[in-house]
């Protein structure tokens, strides 16, 4: 297999309209300053801090974006049930049950290069039906040979079982990028085998709340251990991300972090 470089921007989720614009404002920038073969995002937040309709789904692949991963809140909004089922564009986690409306993995294409793209969902305090370390074998041995890279979302609120699912798959893919827990990690690093690896992305959004939740509402829910109706905050947008560089089919060179501040009034980027 010839090798095909490729530079892949993955965005960490999208919380709500807010990150949704902070991405979408901030996207021309990046893909000036990065040049991505591929942008893959993680909108399991989109619509309102909860899931992602057809609606928006559209507009951010009608932005550019590749390719579209989710997670737990995949089908909190039951009109994207058949959006996920027919649009190939989007996948949410691989090891879900066989009966739940999507597909785990997908393939995109651009200047010639496939990059696959598998989701998975972490087994520790998530609801996910299948095993995530044998679900892999699955959808890697569909891939084989028809993609170039291969990029790995495991959305897992576990550590362990990130840091774990990257030292597994070494060497067999581009990329392994954790999200789930909106905290960006700093431990951006390409493995020994060739794999660019990050426990965390962080989330795209309000970093002025509290994972996405306005601040006031989540303390006064931690404090008081009450029923607390909790809203997206507008507080402070950041875009949080990694861009993994490959000169190589399947074998990373590097990755870094893109942790990006987005100011409305200015629409430009600042920060690295
Ligand atoms: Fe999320
Ligand atoms: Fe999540």
Redesign the pocket.
Known sequence: MPDRPATILFVG?L?GGLGRRTLLALLPGLRERYEPTFVIV?A??VAGGLGITPKIADELLGSGVDAITL?N?AYHRKEIYSYLDDEPRIVRPANYLRSQPGRGHTVVERDGIRLGVVNLSGNLFLRAGRPAFTEIENVLGQLEGAVDHVLVDMHAEATSEKVGLGWYLDGRVTAVVG??T?VPTADARVLPGGTAYITDVG?TGPRGGVIGVKKEQAIESLRTHMSVRFETSADDPWLNGVVIRASQSLRADRIEQVLAPWEPSTATMSGP
């Open positions: 989720d919380v993680n399991e937040n997670g809140h999200t789930h909106h989330m």
